[in-house]
């Protein structure tokens, strides 16, 4: 059982932040490219080859590269994740083809600090219920970091997701939530993206929390593939993931790896 003390939302000093900021700044840099490079043709594994050399240059610290227990750590240097796989794609030779959707999912480190961003990019044209998915997660996401906001309570954030999401006839997925961040890729709290409003820690300026939902239009429940990593939808369904690495300040919420891509 955990003490009240290890259950606590850190609180970020300005200093903090500032390195935070500087983590953040670096990734965008990193997501841009990555972007970029995205289309037909184009393998996972490519996509994290150009990854750990962003990193090599822009000095960050990939934070999928190793992560895990035991003898199955992760081997890539970010998560992609193709079409049916919700989260923690292993990058490997599938080529990318005219119509799928892809989530780079990104979490790296400078001088000790972290950031975390996720998006679903289009590749080539594709279908527009897959249009509207990636619409409704990254608004829904939007959604959630609105209540991010110093005197609203966690599930506030988490509520406001499920409600978006649902009044748009799609679904959350339940397996994996989103987390504090700061000197470590996950700190309290953890972030569901459902449930009743008005439950958990109240939200102080200096928190800094990923909020990332997952969407899919079918089920939202999960499967493992046997390589322990893979997460897809039990039914085949597609999947998208938008994640913002959000600090609580005195007024608006500031997001700290938003740039052009988002808009
Ligand atoms: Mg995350």
Redesign the pocket.
Known sequence: MKTPRENAVPIKTPRDLDAMREAARRLKLLMRDLIAFVQPGVTAKEIDLLAAKLCRDLELKSGAYGYGHGSNRFPGYICVSINEVIVHGIPGPQKLQEGDIVTL?V?ASHKGFFA?T?ITIAVGQIRPELAQLLDVCKRALYEGIAQARSGNRLSDVSHAIQEYTEAHDMNVVRAFV??GIGRSMHEPPSVPHYGPPGRGPFLRPGMVI?I?PQITLGSPDVKFLPDGWTAVTVDGSLSAHF?HTVAVTSGEPEILTEFEAWN
């Open positions: 999912d979490a975390d996720a989103g987390h990923c990332e994640e």
